[in-house]
Each structure stands twice: as structure tokens, then as C-alpha cells.
């Protein structure tokens, strides 16, 4: 089986004053049958800061960024099997899914909601998936 890096152009990740990546990080690879994307957190893609705001333009803007990568891919939230949220509080559980089911309104792929300490950027949310490529 081959691993393919995915190229995913406007997608910017926070950089060092040298220039290198804080995060050594692929946002999405294939690799055989099945596009692998990273957890990400909700990142403007045009300026590579992050969303601030509710839980729910944060959940937006993850799901955004999780949708462009797997476009990148080939693939599509319609192909997505599996789902991981990350999120600093369990109380956002029902605020998450409310954005959640707006990108997942059919045939929802299988989920896990893990509730984390902390990241060391400020947000409060990182999703990642598996999908058909």
C-alpha cells in the first residue's frame, strides 16, 4: 500500500519565527482506499489563526476545514465512515452536535467525543475522520 500526502493549497499552519511549522503535520493522506485527516482544530485557512468565539463557530469552522481537506483528497464528507471530536468540555456536547448535524444530516458516520485537558493554542475543539477516498 502506498501513502500519498495530501496537497491541500490556502490551508496554513501556525509557523515559528524561523518559518518551520509549530505542528510537524499532514492535514490529510491516502492511503489505499482510505483518506486519513488529521485533527484540526478551527484554523482560518485564509490567515492561519484561530476561530475565537462560541463552541459553535469553532465546531463550524473545524468541520470546514475537515470538509476542504477531504476535497483536496478527492473525497467528501459523504464518504466519511469514522469521526473523532476532541473537545475541552463535555458541557459543548449538545452546542457540538447541533453544528455537527448540519454537515452529517443522513447516514452519520460512527462517532467518539472525547472530552481533553487542554491544547496548548487557544480553542476548544479538533476533529479528525476517516473516509473513503
Not at 56 to 84: F, H, M, P
Request: charged share 25%; hydrophobic share 35%; proline share 8%.
Amino acid at each position: 500500500m502506498k501513502k500519498e500526502i495530501v496537497d491541500v493549497p490556502e490551508m496554513k499552519t501556525p509557523l515559528r519565527e524561523d518559518g518551520t511549522p509549530v505542528v510537524p503535520i499532514s492535514m490529510g493522506v491516502k492511503a489505499g482506499d482510505f483518506v486519513y485527516v488529521s485533527g484540526l482544530p478551527p484554523i482560518d485557512r485564509a490567515t492561519g489563526e484561530m476561530i475565537r468565539g462560541d463552541i459553535q463557530a469553532q465546531t463550524r469552522q473545524s468541520l470546514e476545514n475537515v470538509k476542504y481537506v477531504l476535497e483536496c483528497a478527492g473525497s467528501s464528507l459523504d464518504k466519511v465512515v469514522k469521526v473523532t471530536v476532541y473537545c475541552t468540555n463535555s458541557g459543548y456536547f449538545h452546542q457540538v452536535n447541533d453544528i455537527y448535524r448540519q454537515y452529517f444530516s443522513s447516514e452519520p458516520p460512527a462517532r467518539t467525543f472525547v472530552t481533553v485537558g487542554s491544547w496548548p493554542m487557544p480553542f476548544d475543539i479538533e476533529i479528525e475522520c476517516v473516509a473513503i477516498a
